[in-house]
């Protein structure tokens, strides 16, 4: 049955492809209204793609044809999808507001999670104002949180986005098994009054349990045996948290049915509750539990995240473009392309279906991306003129934090960017209208500098527009995605909550260390790996 909808989906864009977007607008008078979709004061517009209605049928068709809703009603009920690993999938109890059971392998699972999240908002609070306090009696002016990918990206996203809410001890990020990271992050920390926070889920990433030594050593040069009383942990891993010497009550567990590119709703959050406070990271919970209602409620055609993944999978599968583009217009989001990289990329990475055939389509697309106006200064040559279509996601906020009239300009000029940005993508410039602009200016070679003031336009982008980037928006926005990669996978057939694909670099980093570490026979290394190695050992000789 999909086989014949992908087909279908083939032919009509084979039939539609060379039609101007802006045709469909002079078609259609209520494109912006038929093709765009709300959920509150959030917007969703996805009338500037190529998209038209037989194609969104078709679309819809292949969502209900892969059993995506069946899919989706499983998650949410807690059955084990993740199926390589025989687990759950459940960050969605994390954000759930009503205390409905939710059960595992027979066990209602909320009661576990509002006790964590009790915990939790008791040791931020304690922190934020002193009680909790470092072992010379004086409060915490810093927090370091050493993680790495889901224990990192997420905090650190959703850190930077709330930043006008940030009222706690100054927040600081350690990932990079370079020492170079937690050298350049301690530089100038007072390790008296510094907290430093373990995150990770498993207590064995070595990255994370390198910068977690380095760190400890370096409490230890001023703290002595009381180090550990400085130290806390997000980790399921009660015994290896109690070998690091962090007492149990500061130690943050979460479940095998959360996957760590999913974490930053639960006790990976942490840092960000200390930052912004118990009752702002509620708000942010909030947000992704509306979406998940949302997700779970709303009609294919009003369905936020499922909108936004046939978006997706038109321009993937259908058109070919490879990649796509998300270009956050708020500065605070810096960090959103990184995190939806690793919760798209990770999540849907992958060419084997659930059932470990070989994928006979693409599978997830390349994500990348940069805050705007920045971009626009860089990359957005190639996304304009360049000859891959690049599929944009805009973001944008209608009002600023800042109120102060005089920065006013700031704000209006970041939106009208924003809203330039897709309208230039779309409408492009003729050769004819290149030509008058060159005449216009008395430029020599009129037809050579016509030609490169052409803008092919018709490239596709959507916009996701909201009130304010406020902790409820910020957590309307991280479920979206997450639904959206959901949808897209499950669309696919494939296990969207393993990640397979980052083991065997880890096994051979682990094999080739004792390599670095001396010149060893190399005999079973491939040529450019042992040439590589004993180059190295030249240049540290
Ligand atoms: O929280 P942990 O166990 O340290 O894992 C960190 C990260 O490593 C991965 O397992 C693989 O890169 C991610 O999925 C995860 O977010």
Same mark, same amino acid.
């Given at each position: 049955m999909s086989e014949q909808i992908w087909a279908a989906l083939q032919a009509h864009r084979k039939a539609?492809?060379? *039609?101007?977007? &802006?045709d469909l607008f002079a078609d259609d008078p209520d494109r912006f209204d038929r093709f765009s979709a709300r959920l509150e004061d959030m917007l969703l517009d996805y009338s500037k793609t190529s998209l038209d209605t037989t194609a969104r049928d078709l679309l819809f068709d292949l969502v209900r044809a892969t059993g995506v809703e069946t899919l989706r009603d499983a998650m949410f009920a807690g059955e084990k999808i993740n199926v390589t690993e025989d *687990? %759950?999938?459940? =960050?969605t109890a994390l954000r759930r %507001?009503? /205390?409905r059971p939710v059960t595992v392998d027979g066990r209602n699972v909320m009661p576990g999670v509002a006790d964590t999240r009790a915990r939790m908002a008791r040791f931020a609070t304690g922190l934020r104002s002193g009680e909790i306090a470092a072992v010379d009696g004086r409060p915490f002016t810093d927090v370091v949180n050493i993680g790495i990918g889901g224990s990192d990206l997420g905090p650190v996203m959703a850190t930077l986005a709330l930043a006008p809410y940030h009222d706690g001890p100054r927040l600081h990020y350690v990932s990079n098994v370079d020492g170079a990271h937690i050298a350049d992050t301690l530089d100038g920390l007072d390790p008296a009054r510094t907290l430093v926070i373990v995150a990770s889920k498993t207590f064995t990433t070595i990255e994370t349990m390198t910068n977690a030594q380095s760190a400890k050593r370096w409490m230890e040069a001023t703290l002595g045996a009381r180090a550990g009383q400085h130290f806390a942990a997000v980790s399921s891993a009660t015994d290896r948290t109690a070998a690091f010497d962090i007492a149990p009550d500061r130690v943050f567990g979460f479940e095998d049915w959360v996957g760590g590119r999913y974490s930053v709703w639960g006790p990976i959050g942490l840092p960000v509750m200390i930052a912004v406070g118990p009752d702002h990271f509620e708000a942010f919970l909030r947000g992704g539990a509306e979406m998940d209602r949302h997700f779970q409620e709303a009609p294919l055609a009003e369905n936020l995240p499922v909108l936004m993944a046939i978006v997706g999978i038109w321009h993937n599968n259908i058109c070919g473009y490879p990649t796509r583009a998300v270009l956050p217009y708020d500065q605070r989001l810096l960090r959103l392309p990184a995190y939806l990289q690793q919760l798209d990329m990770e999540s849907n990475g992958k060419r084997v279906a659930r059932d470990g055939t070989p994928l006979d389509r693409s599978s997830g697309p390349v994500v990348w991306g940069e805050p705007g106006t920045n971009g626009q200064h860089a990359f957005y040559q190639l996304i304009h003129q360049g000859t891959e279509v690049v599929p944009c996601e805009f973001l944008v906020a209608a009002?600023? =934090?800042? =109120? /102060?009239p005089a920065m006013a300009v700031h704000h209006t000029l970041l939106l009208s960017n924003c809203l330039a940005q897709s309208e230039a993508l779309m409408r492009g410039r003729s050769y004819e209208e290149a030509l008058a602009i060159v005449r216009e200016k008395g430029l020599e070679d009129e037809e050579m500098q016509a030609r490169h003031r052409v803008f092919p336009g018709n490239r596709p982008s959507t916009t996701l527009l909201y009130r304010v980037l406020d902790p409820l928006s910020l957590g309307r926005i991280i479920a979206l995605y997450e639904h959206r990669v959901f949808v897209e996978g499950a669309i696919w057939g494939i296990n969207s909550f393993d990640q397979w694909g980052v083991e065997l670099g880890k096994e051979l980093a682990t094999a080739i260390q004792p390599l670095v570490e001396a010149r060893l026979d &190399?005999?079973?290394?491939d040529g450019s790996t042992a040439g590589l190695l004993g180059a190295v050992h030249d240049l540290r000789a």
């Open positions: 539609t492809a060379g *039609r101007p977007l &802006m *687990r %759950a999938v459940l =960050h %507001a009503e /205390d009002q600023a =934090h800042e =109120h /102060d &190399m005999s079973g290394k």
